[in-house]
């Protein structure tokens, strides 16, 4: 029994730890994903302003909430394509 622990001990040690990534790198893929969700909402304005009029006192909290969705999963998006091509994503 200790021998089947110490050969998946020295299994897991062979295995390269995976860097992390940086804070600038979180900022980045942030500021570009934030950026990303300004160009839409600027190109998309006013079908947004048209849809969002339609719940009157709360249109400007349901454009600024999908605002924020959108630039919460583009830098999702872009923090997971990142990661993926700097080889450190695994199974």
């Known amino acids: 029994m200790n021998k089947q622990r110490s050969d998946r001990a020295d299994s897991c040690s062979e295995r390269p730890l995976c860097e992390s ?3 600038l790198e979180h900022w980045l893929t942030s ?3 934030l950026g990303m969700a300004l160009a ?3 190109a998309f304005y006013v079908p947004i302003v048209e849809t969002a009029a339609s719940l009157e006192f709360l249109s400007t909290t349901a454009m600024v909430f999908l ?3 959108l630039w919460l999963v ?3 998006t872009l923090e997971l ?3 993926w091509r700097a080889g ?3 199974r």
């Open 21 to 23: 990534a940086s804070s």
């Open 31 to 33: 500021a570009v994903g």
């Open 40 to 42: 839409i909402g600027v």
């Open 67 to 69: 605002i924020t969705a």
């Open 74 to 76: 583009l830098w999702g």
């Open 81 to 83: 394509a990142w990661e």
């Open 88 to 90: 450190r994503v695994h």
